[in-house]
Nanobody
Framework: QVQLAESGGGSVQAGGSLKLACTAS???????????IGWFRRGPGKEREPIAI????????KVADSVKGRFTISQDNTKKTVYLQMNSLNAEDTATYYC???????????????????WGQGTQVTVSS
């Protein structure tokens, strides 16, 4: 099964930006074990919150309403890397962010991220006000 490694977390002041990266250990094509990669987060004392997904071809993408307009998901296929650009961060964005891979449909992928499939160890994002 695919292994996922996140990087780019850290501490930032409110209003700042961070860019997370997720590198997959294998391409999806040979095994077809996943067709979407995305991000979800778990804040202190909170449930899993899906954030964004991107199809392995680079399109389509979907971003949760809670972060729409501030977060963007993209990928670099040559590096097998998916990025999450996070702008205008606030204290509510403080969480552990996980990269995940899942086999799903476009309609269901955002909800499926982190609920099934594979995910990494997570990277901590802390936003101070």
């Amino acid at each position: 099964q695919v292994q996922l490694a996140e990087s780019g977390g850290g501490s930032v002041q409110a209003g700042g930006s961070l860019k997370l990266a997720c590198t997959a250990s294998e391409d999806p094509s040979p095994s077809h074990t996943y067709n979407y990669i995305g991000w979800f987060r778990r804040g202190p004392g909170k449930e899993r919150e899906p954030i964004a997904i991107i199809h392995v071809t680079g399109y389509p993408t979907k971003v949760a309403d809670s972060v729409k307009g501030r977060f963007t998901i993209s990928q670099d296929n040559t590096k097998k890397t998916v990025y999450l650009q996070m702008n205008s961060l606030n204290a509510e964005d403080t969480a552990t962010y996980y990269c995940a891979a899942v086999s799903s449909t476009f309609t269901g992928a955002l909800e499926d991220i982190g609920r099934r499939g594979n995910w990494g160890q997570g990277t901590q994002v802390t936003v101070s006000s």
